[in-house]
């Protein structure tokens, strides 16, 4: 017996950080990886000092390319936080959908900004434990 869905894995085995039981949209299921990442790094520093968000962008583009082979039941979403704050753009959207349909089920229009504020949260810790 299978415990884990299948068609969540990567070529190398790997997989996703989470996945909702619930159909998000289409009757496909979300799934999401998340990753933390450094402007100020040698790689991304030169992206950084043009644009903020850049760092958060490329890394969101590598996790794209890195599940490209992930089923098609599933949407992916890849979460990328810089360090100093920024989300990448689909981060941004995936939130702001969210945050509007706990809004339409609670009936409080507070609720995404709720979300936006605990993720945040999350990742002011993500950095001082990255640090």
Known sequence: MTKEPSGLFRTDGKRPDGLTLVPLQSGRSLCWDVTVTCPLAESYVTGSAREAGSAAELAASRKEEKYANIGSQYLFAPIAVETLGPLNTSAYQLFGNLGRKISLSSG??????????????????????VT
């Open 108 to 129: 409080d229009d507070r609720e995404g900004a709720f979300l936006f504020q605990s993720f945040g949260a999350s990742a002011a810790l993500q950095r001082c434990l």
